[in-house]
Nanobody, 122 residues
Framework: QVQLVESGGGLVQAGDSLRLSCAAS????????MGWFRQAPGKEREFVSA????????RYADSVRGRFTIYRDHLKNTVYLRMNSLKTEDSAVYYC???????????????WGQGTQVTVSS
């Protein structure tokens, strides 16, 4: 089993930055690809970003590319999402996901955390 715990959400103004963290624990988690999804009220959960276990490949949704950066720290079993130039439309609950298959992470078929709320005010 894999446990994922997100942190770092909060209330910010448009144009501000935030860094989300997701700490992973459980057996074999060190070999897992990881990623982020988000879900705004009344909308479906959508892919944001993903990173392979070796960090040799990353992927971003078009809506966040150039503003968000995903990276990971293997020593801490933690993945981060640096979010710059935040917009009101970035407001959502952000969920961390992980799986030993990168394609499963991108498809939203991995393990999930409980989520952390990000609210961007205008």
């Amino acid at each position: 089993q894999v446990q994922l715990v997100e942190s770092g959400g909060g209330l910010v103004q448009a144009g501000d930055s935030l860094r989300l963290s997701c700490a992973a624990s459980g057996r074999t988690v060190g070999n897992y690809a990881m990623g982020w999804f988000r879900q705004a009220p009344g909308k479906e959960r959508e892919f944001v970003s993903a990173i392979t276990y070796t960090a040799d490949s990353t992927r971003y949704a078009d809506s966040v590319r150039g503003r968000f950066t995903i990276y990971r720290d293997h020593l801490k079993n933690t993945v981060y999402l640096r979010m710059n130039s935040l917009k009101t439309e970035d407001s959502a609950v952000y969920y961390c996901t992980a799986d030993d298959r990168y394609d499963f992470v991108i498809a939203g078929r991995g393990y999930w955390g409980q989520g952390t709320q990000v609210t961007v005010s205008s």
